[in-house]
């Protein structure tokens, strides 16, 4: 006669087999939850690469900038800028022309020159004619009209006219300069100009820090030198009459 099974005994086999998916599931669990760990370490590690990508370049702008305007300030006091006046304001201009290989170079301010202070021939055969402001406010819009119109004077209708001062221009002389072509040289490029990173005319321009580098923090180069100023009359705080 056949044994029947014990209903009890096969519920508890049932029950030890189905016991046995509890480490799968658990093994399922870990390896997902790794999974999903290493995904956002993932993300994050892109994050993190994504913002040193723009933080870094964003910081050496600012710090370039802050070398560039630190380098200019040191060399317009070297050039004792402040303490010029506007005919040694001239002289200086000459000077830099000079010192970029210009031929013919020329002081004409004064009486009777018609609104242009410098005149110089580019080492390419350009002809340039020079107005000198020495200020100590920003130059108008009147005063960028007036020079465009001395260019217009016979001597000067094949010279290309450069503004130099000793300021800024105002945002409408700015705007009237460029609508007229005109070469403007304000504080800010006059520094870079001392500093053999600017040319007028043709020839190689260097950002202002590379060309510090390569001149030193000590004394100018023999060949970026320009003479010693001599204090102008009353500390150079006048506004020139070109």
């Avoid at 960028?144 to 010279?159: C, I, K, W």
């Avoid at 409408?172 to 005319?201: K, N, P, S």
Wanted: with cysteine; aromatic share 6%.
């Amino acid at each position: 006669m056949a044994r029947r099974r014990s209903p009890v005994r096969n519920r508890r086999g049932r029950g030890a087999g189905g016991n046995g998916l509890l480490p799968t599931l658990s093994v399922v669990v870990v390896l997902v939850a790794a999974a999903e760990a290493v995904r956002w370490a993932g993300w994050a590690a892109l994050l993190t690469v994504a913002v040193v990508a723009v933080v870094v370049p964003v910081a050496a702008v600012v710090v370039i900038r802050r070398m560039g305007a630190a380098y200019r300030r040191d060399a317009l006091r070297r050039a004792g800028l402040d303490r010029l006046d506007p005919r040694r304001f001239e002289e200086l201009a000459a000077e830099l022309l000079r010192r970029d290989g210009f031929r013919k170079v020329t002081v004409v301010g004064g009486a009777g020159d018609r609104g242009v202070d410098v005149l110089g021939v580019a080492p390419d055969g350009g002809r340039y004619a020079i107005q000198c402001k020495y200020y100590t406010r920003a130059v108008g819009p009147g005063q960028v009209r007036d020079f465009v119109g001395a260019l217009q004077a016979r001597p000067y209708r094949d010279h290309r006219g450069v503004l130099i001062t000793s300021h800024r221009l105002s945002a409408e002389a700015a705007r009237t300069a460029r609508d007229h072509d005109l070469v403007v040289i304000d504080r800010d490029r006059l520094g870079d100009w001392l500093l053999d990173a600017y040319r007028l005319g043709p020839g190689r321009r260097s950002p202002v820090w590379l060309a510090r580098l390569r001149r030193g923090r000590g004394s100018p180069d023999e060949g970026s030198r320009v003479p010693e100023p001599e204090p102008g009359p009353g500390g150079g705080e006048v506004d020139g009459p070109g």
